[in-house]
């Protein structure tokens, strides 16, 4: 029997930025990869029906546009499957070259289902 793929929610909440990026080319990257952050939480959403709660996640922008390195800062989603998928979409992003420097940027999700 086909289990009927929840319906979910991604907020993704106004993010800080530090150092030489625009914050308009960093939201509009985040939001353009929302799909695939949602499709993180989703996937687990599947096991466990009551997941939720919010993750925020910092990262830093190098010279080229890549990320170099992501962390969860904050959790109250107890689980650690939709934790480093989030991890692995974000570090796979590619943003607008700084101009002037590295930019370290944190940035809120929250998960609810309906």
């Known amino acids: 029997k086909k289990r009927a793929k929840l319906v979910s929610k991604v ?9 030489f990026c625009k914050k308009s080319d960093i939201s509009k990257t985040v939001r353009r990869r929302s799909r695939a952050i949602r499709a993180c939480y989703e ?5 466990k029906s009551d997941l939720r709660g919010k993750l925020s996640v910092r990262w ?3 010279l080229n546009g890549k990320v170099r390195g992501a962390t969860v800062v904050n959790s109250s989603l107890n689980d ?22 590295v ?8 998960f609810t289902s309906s």
């Open 103 to 110: 930019c370290v940027i944190q940035w809120p999700f929250v």
């Open 11 to 19: 907020r993704i909440g106004r993010g800080k930025s530090t150092g």
């Open 80 to 101: 650690s499957a939709v934790k480093g998928c989030i991890l692995r979409v974000i570090r796979r992003m590619s943003f607008a070259k700084p101009e002037g420097g």
């Open 43 to 47: 996937q687990r959403l599947q096991v």
């Open 60 to 62: 830093t922008i190098g």
